[in-house]
């Protein structure tokens, strides 16, 4: 072959660049379509859903909201990753409450505070009772929401979180 033959005129080489830019750009745009649409597929088989976990056994729980972490492996597809959780969990009378300790304003996370009986949000001074209900005046409009909540053996499992109000 001659050198006059590997040659590339100017038009195909803007030619072959703009395909090439164009098909990275076409892929950049469908692959998130393509995962949007994929995506309760993927999510089928995620541990965790619907699965009741287990927390903390019996014994360890008294009349005050006490948090406990936990965590599970979460499956996405060919991606696995650790999810961390936790819920403040009390005995009232002979029912276990375990409520999110996800602030239902904005997200942050509160703490309990024992003196006065209230979670406390660090983020805009939001406030809930002991029982997870919103209180008045303070920036969340609904209570925590509460984890459903499975006793086997002395040990505490819990399951979907489920929103109240
Ligand atoms: S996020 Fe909790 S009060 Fe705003």
Redesign the pocket.
């Known amino acids: 072959m001659s050198e006059k033959d590997h040659k590339v005129s100017r038009r195909q080489f803007l030619s072959y660049t703009l395909t090439g830019v164009g098909g990275f750009m076409a892929a950049g745009i469908l692959m998130p379509m393509v995962r949007f649409a994929l995506d309760p597929a993927l999510k089928a088989g995620a541990a965790g859903e619907g699965d009741m976990l287990y927390v903390c056994d019996v014994d360890e729980l008294t009349d005050q909201p006490k948090k406990f972490p936990w965590k599970f492996e979460q499956v996405d597809s060919w991606y696995t990753s650790t999810v961390k959780s936790e819920a403040y969990i009390y005995l009232d009378g002979e029912d276990i409450v375990a409520l999110s300790s996800i602030?239902t304003?904005?997200?942050?996370t509160?703490s309990y505070e024992e003196a006065k009986k209230e979670f406390l949000?660090p983020?805009?001074?939001?406030r809930f009772e002991q029982d997870g209900k919103n209180i008045a005046g303070?920036?969340?409009t609904r209570p925590l929401d509460v984890f459903d909540v499975k006793v086997e053996e002395g040990k505490v499992y819990l399951g979907e979180k489920k929103r109240r109000g």
Not at 105 to 108: D, P, R, Y
Not at 123 to 126: F, L, N, Q, V, Y
């Open positions: 602030c304003h904005l997200g942050c509160v949000c983020c805009h001074g939001g303070t920036p969340p």
